[in-house]
Protein backbone atom coordinates (compact mmCIF):
# COMPACT_ATOMS: atom_id res chain seq x y z
CA UNK A 1 0.00 0.00 0.00
CA UNK A 2 1.22 3.34 -0.92
CA UNK A 3 1.88 5.99 2.42
CA UNK A 4 -1.00 8.64 2.13
CA UNK A 5 1.65 11.46 3.31
CA UNK A 6 5.01 12.75 1.41
CA UNK A 7 8.58 12.81 1.95
CA UNK A 8 8.86 15.44 -0.56
CA UNK A 9 11.50 17.85 0.40
CA UNK A 10 12.57 16.17 3.23
CA UNK A 11 16.31 14.51 3.31
CA UNK A 12 16.84 10.99 3.91
CA UNK A 13 19.66 9.37 5.17
CA UNK A 14 20.73 5.75 6.81
CA UNK A 15 22.98 5.57 9.57
CA UNK A 16 24.77 2.38 11.02
CA UNK A 17 24.58 2.33 15.07
CA UNK A 18 26.08 -0.74 16.21
CA UNK A 19 25.71 -2.81 13.49
CA UNK A 20 21.92 -1.74 12.76
CA UNK A 21 20.78 0.88 10.10
CA UNK A 22 18.65 3.65 11.07
CA UNK A 23 16.39 5.76 8.47
CA UNK A 24 16.51 9.77 9.44
CA UNK A 25 14.58 12.27 7.31
CA UNK A 26 15.27 15.91 7.59
CA UNK A 27 14.67 19.38 6.45
CA UNK A 28 14.55 22.87 7.16
CA UNK A 29 16.63 26.01 8.60
CA UNK A 30 17.50 27.16 11.82
CA UNK A 31 17.96 25.19 15.51
CA UNK A 32 18.26 21.72 15.61
CA UNK A 33 14.82 20.39 16.90
CA UNK A 34 14.54 16.35 16.98
CA UNK A 35 11.14 14.63 17.05
CA UNK A 36 10.40 11.06 18.27
CA UNK A 37 7.35 9.45 16.69
CA UNK A 38 4.97 7.46 18.71
CA UNK A 39 3.89 3.95 18.14
CA UNK A 40 3.38 3.73 14.64
CA UNK A 41 4.83 5.54 11.57
CA UNK A 42 2.03 5.10 9.22
CA UNK A 43 0.74 8.25 9.31
CA UNK A 44 4.48 9.83 8.16
CA UNK A 45 5.20 13.61 9.62
CA UNK A 46 3.33 15.97 6.95
CA UNK A 47 2.79 18.14 10.21
CA UNK A 48 6.45 18.92 10.56
CA UNK A 49 6.07 20.98 7.42
CA UNK A 50 5.20 23.55 9.93
CA UNK A 51 8.36 24.20 11.56
CA UNK A 52 10.41 24.05 8.46
CA UNK A 53 10.92 27.77 8.34
CA UNK A 54 11.55 27.72 12.17
CA UNK A 55 13.68 24.94 12.51
CA UNK A 56 16.59 22.29 10.98
CA UNK A 57 13.89 19.51 12.03
CA UNK A 58 15.18 15.96 12.59
CA UNK A 59 12.52 12.98 12.13
CA UNK A 60 14.79 9.56 13.08
CA UNK A 61 12.72 6.58 13.00
CA UNK A 62 13.17 3.97 15.64
CA UNK A 63 14.59 0.69 15.42
CA UNK A 64 11.61 -1.60 14.99
CA UNK A 65 9.72 0.93 13.47
CA UNK A 66 8.91 2.20 9.88
CA UNK A 67 12.11 1.86 7.64
CA UNK A 68 14.35 1.29 10.21
CA UNK A 69 15.97 -2.27 11.27
CA UNK A 70 14.90 -4.09 13.98
CA UNK A 71 17.60 -4.23 16.76
CA UNK A 72 16.96 -7.93 19.06
CA UNK A 73 18.86 -6.47 22.00
CA UNK A 74 16.60 -3.52 22.25
CA UNK A 75 14.10 -4.82 24.89
CA UNK A 76 13.94 -1.46 27.98
CA UNK A 77 13.76 2.29 27.05
CA UNK A 78 16.52 2.64 28.35
CA UNK A 79 18.36 1.12 25.13
CA UNK A 80 16.80 3.58 23.11
CA UNK A 81 18.43 5.75 24.78
CA UNK A 82 21.58 4.52 24.15
CA UNK A 83 20.83 3.89 21.06
CA UNK A 84 20.03 7.83 20.33
CA UNK A 85 23.11 8.96 22.18
CA UNK A 86 25.40 6.89 19.51
CA UNK A 87 22.54 8.35 16.77
CA UNK A 88 23.49 11.71 17.77
CA UNK A 89 27.23 11.80 18.05
CA UNK A 90 27.00 10.37 14.85
CA UNK A 91 24.81 13.41 13.44
CA UNK A 92 27.00 15.69 15.51
CA UNK A 93 24.36 16.97 17.12
CA UNK A 94 25.57 18.62 20.54
CA UNK A 95 22.19 21.06 21.67
CA UNK A 96 18.83 20.97 20.63
CA UNK A 97 15.05 21.04 20.90
CA UNK A 98 13.37 17.54 21.54
CA UNK A 99 10.08 16.85 21.00
CA UNK A 100 8.09 13.45 21.39
CA UNK A 101 4.64 12.10 20.81
CA UNK A 102 3.21 8.92 23.40
CA UNK A 103 6.17 6.63 23.34
CA UNK A 104 8.10 9.16 21.94
CA UNK A 105 7.28 11.20 24.37
CA UNK A 106 8.33 8.39 26.73
CA UNK A 107 11.59 8.36 24.74
CA UNK A 108 12.28 12.52 24.65
CA UNK A 109 11.66 12.24 28.53
CA UNK A 110 14.01 9.21 29.55
CA UNK A 111 16.75 10.62 27.40
CA UNK A 112 16.51 14.00 28.76
CA UNK A 113 16.74 13.00 31.75
CA UNK A 114 19.93 10.96 31.53
CA UNK A 115 21.79 13.47 29.15
CA UNK A 116 19.95 17.33 29.76
CA UNK A 117 22.92 18.78 28.65
CA UNK A 118 21.37 18.18 25.51
CA UNK A 119 18.31 19.17 25.22
CA UNK A 120 17.46 22.78 25.49
CA UNK A 121 13.98 22.88 25.41
CA UNK A 122 11.64 19.62 25.40
CA UNK A 123 7.55 19.50 24.20
CA UNK A 124 6.05 16.35 24.52
CA UNK A 125 2.50 15.71 22.77
CA UNK A 126 0.60 13.03 24.93
CA UNK A 127 3.54 11.45 26.50
CA UNK A 128 3.62 7.49 27.58
CA UNK A 129 4.99 6.65 31.00
CA UNK A 130 2.17 7.51 33.71
CA UNK A 131 -0.42 5.89 34.82
CA UNK A 132 -3.60 6.53 36.98
CA UNK A 133 -6.08 4.44 38.11
CA UNK A 134 -8.37 7.39 37.04
CA UNK A 135 -7.56 7.59 33.30
CA UNK A 136 -7.30 3.70 32.32
CA UNK A 137 -6.30 2.99 28.88
CA UNK A 138 -8.42 1.62 26.23
CA UNK A 139 -9.64 -2.70 26.40
CA UNK A 140 -7.51 -3.37 23.09
CA UNK A 141 -7.63 -6.92 23.93
CA UNK A 142 -11.83 -6.77 23.23
CA UNK A 143 -11.76 -4.25 20.92
CA UNK A 144 -12.18 -4.47 17.21
CA UNK A 145 -8.90 -3.85 15.13
CA UNK A 146 -10.92 -1.94 13.09
CA UNK A 147 -12.17 1.02 15.60
CA UNK A 148 -8.15 0.85 16.82
CA UNK A 149 -7.96 4.25 14.50
CA UNK A 150 -11.15 6.03 15.63
CA UNK A 151 -9.20 6.28 19.24
CA UNK A 152 -6.42 8.46 17.51
CA UNK A 153 -8.18 11.28 16.84
CA UNK A 154 -11.02 13.61 17.21
CA UNK A 155 -11.69 13.75 14.00
CA UNK A 156 -12.20 10.42 12.15
CA UNK A 157 -12.37 11.19 9.11
CA UNK A 158 -8.79 13.03 9.31
CA UNK A 159 -7.44 9.41 10.16
CA UNK A 160 -8.84 7.52 6.77
CA UNK A 161 -6.46 8.01 4.52
CA UNK A 162 -3.61 7.08 6.64
CA UNK A 163 -5.72 3.82 7.68
CA UNK A 164 -7.97 2.97 5.22
CA UNK A 165 -10.88 0.41 6.02
CA UNK A 166 -9.68 -1.68 3.14
CA UNK A 167 -6.28 -1.67 4.26
CA UNK A 168 -3.50 -4.83 2.89
CA UNK A 169 -1.78 -7.36 4.34
CA UNK A 170 1.45 -5.20 4.05
CA UNK A 171 -0.11 -2.78 5.82
CA UNK A 172 -1.23 -4.82 8.72
CA UNK A 173 1.83 -6.49 9.11
CA UNK A 174 3.85 -3.30 9.62
CA UNK A 175 1.20 -1.99 12.28
CA UNK A 176 1.95 -5.73 14.19
CA UNK A 177 5.49 -5.08 13.72
CA UNK A 178 5.31 -1.90 15.27
CA UNK A 179 2.85 -2.96 18.14
CA UNK A 180 5.44 -5.50 19.33
CA UNK A 181 8.35 -3.23 18.62
CA UNK A 182 6.06 -0.11 21.40
CA UNK A 183 5.20 -3.42 23.39
CA UNK A 184 8.34 -4.68 24.46
CA UNK A 185 9.62 -1.52 25.99
CA UNK A 186 6.40 -0.18 27.51
CA UNK A 187 5.44 -3.38 29.30
CA UNK A 188 6.71 -2.17 32.50
CA UNK A 189 2.92 -0.69 33.10
CA UNK A 190 3.02 0.01 37.13
CA UNK A 191 6.41 -0.43 37.72
CA UNK A 192 7.31 1.99 34.99
CA UNK A 193 5.11 4.57 36.54
CA UNK A 194 6.64 4.63 40.05
CA UNK A 195 10.66 4.29 38.22
CA UNK A 196 9.30 7.52 36.30
CA UNK A 197 7.68 9.77 39.17
CA UNK A 198 11.05 9.12 41.19
CA UNK A 199 12.77 10.75 38.61
CA UNK A 200 11.05 13.19 37.57
CA UNK A 201 11.47 15.82 40.20
CA UNK A 202 14.98 15.89 38.35
CA UNK A 203 13.67 16.39 35.41
CA UNK A 204 16.18 19.81 34.42
CA UNK A 205 15.12 20.48 30.62
CA UNK A 206 12.05 23.18 30.30
CA UNK A 207 9.45 20.85 29.40
CA UNK A 208 5.54 21.76 27.80
CA UNK A 209 3.76 18.74 28.09
CA UNK A 210 0.39 18.91 25.57
CA UNK A 211 -2.95 16.82 25.35
CA UNK A 212 -5.32 16.93 23.20
CA UNK A 213 -8.91 17.39 25.30
CA UNK A 214 -10.57 14.55 22.95
CA UNK A 215 -7.49 11.74 23.35
CA UNK A 216 -9.07 8.37 23.93
CA UNK A 217 -5.76 6.33 24.11
CA UNK A 218 -3.96 8.13 26.66
CA UNK A 219 -6.29 10.00 28.73
CA UNK A 220 -5.64 14.19 29.05
CA UNK A 221 -6.40 13.44 33.09
CA UNK A 222 -2.71 12.23 32.54
CA UNK A 223 -1.37 15.95 32.55
CA UNK A 224 -1.47 17.00 35.54
CA UNK A 225 0.00 13.91 37.10
CA UNK A 226 3.07 15.26 34.67
CA UNK A 227 2.64 19.01 35.85
CA UNK A 228 2.75 17.05 39.57
CA UNK A 229 5.59 14.85 39.45
CA UNK A 230 8.16 18.39 38.12
CA UNK A 231 8.66 21.75 38.33
CA UNK A 232 9.70 22.18 35.31
CA UNK A 233 7.06 20.85 33.33
CA UNK A 234 4.07 23.14 32.36
CA UNK A 235 1.00 21.24 30.64
CA UNK A 236 -1.17 22.87 28.04
CA UNK A 237 -3.98 20.93 26.81
CA UNK A 238 -5.76 21.45 23.11
CA UNK A 239 -9.74 21.60 22.02
CA UNK A 240 -10.95 19.40 19.15
CA UNK A 241 -7.75 17.17 19.26
CA UNK A 242 -7.08 13.50 19.84
CA UNK A 243 -3.68 11.47 20.51
CA UNK A 244 -2.27 11.91 17.05
CA UNK A 245 -2.00 15.86 18.50
CA UNK A 246 0.75 17.40 16.44
CA UNK A 247 -0.69 15.86 13.24
CA UNK A 248 -4.27 17.03 13.63
CA UNK A 249 -3.80 19.97 15.55
CA UNK A 250 -2.25 23.44 13.83
CA UNK A 251 -2.62 24.91 17.21
CA UNK A 252 -0.52 22.31 18.98
CA UNK A 253 2.19 22.73 16.04
CA UNK A 254 2.33 26.80 16.99
CA UNK A 255 2.04 26.19 20.06
CA UNK A 256 4.81 23.49 20.66
CA UNK A 257 7.32 25.34 18.10
CA UNK A 258 7.01 28.84 20.08
CA UNK A 259 8.09 26.98 23.15
CA UNK A 260 10.66 25.16 21.44
CA UNK A 261 12.11 28.50 20.20
CA UNK A 262 11.56 30.41 23.57
CA UNK A 263 8.79 32.30 23.07
Same mark, same amino acid.
Given at each position: ???? &??? !? ?20 A ?6 F ?7 GF ?8 R ?17 P????M ?37 ? @???V $? $???L ?7 ? @????P @?? &? ?12 V ?19 A????E $????? $? ?15 ? @? ?9 W?? !?????L????K?W?D ?16 L ?13 FL???
Open positions: MTPA &YST !EGFKRDEHVVDGIRSVVYSAGGPDVVYHGGGTFHEWARDWLTFHVILPQHPGFGESADDDITAADYVVHYAALFDALGLTRFGLSGASLGGRMATEFALTH @PAK $R $RMVAAPAGLTA @PDCP @PS &YATMDPRDIPKLLADPEFIAPFWPPDADEGFMARAR $RVSTA $RVLADGEAADRKLRRRL @PRLAVPTLVLGE !EDHVLPGLAHQASPNVTVGTIAGAGHLLDESPSARERAAAAGV
